[in-house]
Nanobody, 123 residues
């Protein structure tokens, strides 16, 4: 089994920055592609970004491209989402996920989910 624990969420002003972390435990971290998803009230969960097992390939939703950066540190078993130039529309619960392929995660093919962390952007 794999456990994913997100941290770093909170309240931030529009235009500011926030970094989310996802701590992975259980099976070998580098065996999994990692991703971030988000869900705002009344909406479906949506893909934000994903990164390949060794961090060489990344994918982003158009809505965050150029503002958010996904990364991972396999030595620390942790994935990150650096959020810059945040907007009120970025307000959501952010979920970390692990899967077999960074590209497939964009099609919501996920093996494990974290419990989520709230991000609120004030205008």
């Amino acid at each position: 089994q794999v456990q994913l624990v997100e941290s770093g969420g909170g309240l931030v002003q529009a235009g500011g920055s926030l970094r989310l972390s996802c701590a992975h435990s259980g099976r070998t971290f580098s065996s999994y592609a990692m991703g971030w998803f988000r869900q705002a009230p009344g909406t479906e969960r949506e893909f934000v970004a994903s990164i390949s097992k060794i961090g060489s390939v990344t994918y982003y939703a158009d809505s965050v491209k150029g503002r958010f950066t996904i990364s991972r540190d396999n030595a620390k078993n942790t994935a990150y989402l650096q959020m810059n130039q945040v907007k009120p529309g970025d307000t959501a619960v952010y979920y970390c996920a692990a899967g077999g392929s960074a590209q497939a995660m964009g099609r919501m093919l996920i093996d494990y989910w974290g419990q989520g962390t709230q991000v609120t952007v004030s205008s």
